[in-house]
């Protein structure tokens, strides 16, 4: 499938993730997701793959994340991270010490809690 333009993609795009949507909704969240329980997905492939993004903290400088993948209605492809904001790492922001306990703090909340959903033990 070729596209003459990006708008013509886009709206394929939109148009198949609805539809994708209607036949295969959403599944309820993680429970340590912090987004909306059972939110959308975020993107559709060619292949009718749809993908959305678990975050555990949406606000926060740094938190867990991961990709699920909808194929045609099976789930999976989990793959979990800590996720550090764009702003808090842009070349040139500094921090303040306050900022610097915050971050700190939300690396290691964000740790703790892969390690809990991945079964890792200290």
Request: proline share 5%; hydrophobic share 35%; charged share 25%.
């Amino acid at each position: 499938m070729t596209f003459e333009t990006v708008e013509q993609y886009q709206r394929w795009a939109d148009e198949t993730l609805s539809l994708q949507q209607a036949m295969f909704p959403p599944p309820a969240c993680p429970a340590w997701c912090g987004l909306p329980n059972g939110h959308s997905y975020d993107r559709v492939e060619h292949d009718g793959e749809m993908t959305r993004h678990h975050n555990s903290a949406p606000e926060a400088f740094a938190a867990v994340w991961d990709v699920e993948q909808n194929r045609h209605g099976e789930i999976g492809g989990e793959v979990f991270g800590i996720e550090i904001s764009a702003e808090c790492i842009k070349s040139e922001s500094e921090l303040t010490s306050d900022q610097a306990r915050a971050l700190a703090s939300e690396l290691v909340a964000a740790a703790d809690l892969l390690d809990e959903i991945t079964g890792v033990q200290r």
